[in-house]
């Protein structure tokens, strides 16, 4: 049974960093590709960085260079380390897992002044 859950997502102001911890559990985690999306309010979920078994890694053009997603395979661990946050960055941050489409509970990250 594939599991993720995510946590490390809070309230910052613009500016500001936060860093996104995912843990799998139920995947062979080493040769999976994982991603992170997000969902604001009123709108569609979206990529927004996505990480293959070979580290090789992916960015939506709106985080490109302020986010940077990577992985710990020995804890079978995905990461997404925030920096520059803007308000329109505001959003519930989801770990997913492209081979066997599950996804976490989501975390909510709030860039409000």
């Known amino acids: 049974q594939v599991q993720l859950v995510e946590s490390g997502g809070g309230l910052v102001q613009p500016g500001g960093s936060l860093r996104l911890s995912c843990a799998a559990s139920?995947?062979?985690?080493?040769?999976?590709?994982m991603a992170w999306y997000r969902q604001a309010p009123g709108k569609q979920r979206e990529l927004v960085a996505i990480?293959?078994?070979?580290?090789?890694?992916n960015y939506a053009n709106s985080v490109q260079g302020r986010f940077t997603i990577s992985r710990d395979d020995a804890e079978n661990m995905v990461f997404l380390e925030m920096n520059s946050l803007k308000p329109e960055d505001t959003a519930v941050y989801y770990c997913?897992?492209?081979?066997?489409?599950?996804w976490g509970q989501g975390t909510q990250v709030t860039v409000s002044s």
């Open positions: 997913h897992d492209p081979q066997s489409y599950n």
């Open positions: 139920g995947i062979m985690f080493s040769i999976s590709a």
């Open positions: 990480i293959t078994g070979g580290h090789k890694a």
